[in-house]
């Protein structure tokens, strides 16, 4: 992710670090280490971008409603997940995977658990 995203600079071709490097490489790694696909980049960014703000001017009627955007985003991810198994036994070894797997009590952990985490 790392080398894609600074390429352009090793050529000599100019690169604003916060908008083009550092936002993407968060949004990419996020979405790798989950397990999500790469074509959410740009909405975990705008999110990401919407919160710090919210966060910075303590809107706390924005914050609700960005974590509510938030764990539309999760779900949405879970639902696309339980979808692709249909049944069958989740097995891929990603995290988001791994929490849908997970256990305790005896029961699954519920969407709003798992976007929690």
């Known amino acids: 992710i790392a080398d894609e995203l600074i390429a352009p600079a090793v050529t000599g071709v100019s690169l604003e670090v916060m908008s083009q490097l550092a936002r993407r490489f968060a949004s990419r790694v996020q979405c790798a ?3 999500w696909s790469f074509d959410l980049e740009q ?5 990401t971008l919407e919160n710090s703000r919210a966060s910075r001017d303590g809107d706390r ?3 609700s409603k960005l974590a509510a955007q938030f764990e539309a985003i999760v779900d949405r991810q879970l639902d696309s997940r339980a979808r692709d198994v249909q049944g069958s036994t989740l097995t891929a070894s990603d ?3 791994e ?3 997970e256990q305790v009590h005896d029961r699954s952990l519920s969407y709003e658990e798992i976007s929690s985490i």
Do not use: A, K
Not at 43 to 47: A, K, N
């Open 33 to 35: 280490f989950l397990g």
């Open 43 to 47: 909405t975990l960014i705008d999110w």
């Open 61 to 63: 009627e924005q914050l």
């Open 95 to 97: 995290v988001t995977s």
């Open 99 to 101: 929490l849908m797997r």
